[in-house]
Structures are given as structure tokens and as C-alpha cells.
């Protein structure tokens, strides 16, 4: 098990930037792959970003390719999303989660999740 705590949300006109991290405890971190999820009021929580264990490879939904970037450092136990260009309908509560296994992109294949940070952008 890991607990996971994302900070870095907040309020942002479009065509800002955002920062969001998920600190993560436990010594195991390094052997997670780690996501990134949100979820807009009314609509199912949806994959966004993901990196494996070693950060060697990503995968992004296609409507924040070339806009977010996923990262990590796993001797600070944290994983990054930076966001850039930021349009209003990225607005949601963006989660991280972890997972050892190998399906990356379904909310299903997560079993540590932390409790969420708020995203909105303004037009």
C-alpha cells in the first residue's frame, strides 16, 4: 500500500499553467507506476497520464498530448503533472493513483488513489 497527496490545484485563466504533485509515503514507491485521473462534476473519472516505474515511458489521453507532461523522482517519492495551455474543459478534481499493474490507462487497474485536488480553468 501507498498513500498518495496531490497538491498544486487551484484557479487559472486559459492558456495558463498549472503544477500539480502527488507526494507519495511508503519506501515501495519506486515500484509503482503511477496516474493521473480526473473527474468533471456529472462525467465518469477519466485517465489523463501515466508513467511506469522507471519513467522511461508515458502515455497521455489525446486531448493533453503536447500540453501536460507527466513526471517523476522517485527519491522524493512524487510525481509531477505539469499542465500548460489550459483550456476550460480540463477543469475537474485531478487524482493520482498508483499501481503495479500493467493496465495504465483504466481507473480499474489502481488500487491506491489520493483524495483529489481542484482544477479550474476560466475562459
Partial sequence: QVQLVESGGGLVQA???LRLSCAASGRT?????????????????????????RGDSTYYTDSVKGRFTISRDNAKNTVYLQMNS???????????????????????GYDNWGQGTQVTVSS
Fill in 15 to 17: 492558456g495558463g499553467s
Fill in 29 to 53: 514507491f519506486s515500484s509503482y507506476a503511477m496516474g493521473w485521473f480526473r473527474q468533471a462534476p456529472g462525467k465518469e473519472r477519466e485517465f489523463v497520464a501515466a508513467i511506469r516505474w
Fill in 86 to 108: 489550459l483550456k476550460p474543459e480540463d477543469t475537474a478534481v485531478y487524482y493520482c493513483a498508483a499501481t503495479i499493474s500493467i493496465k495504465l490507462t483504466s481507473p480499474l
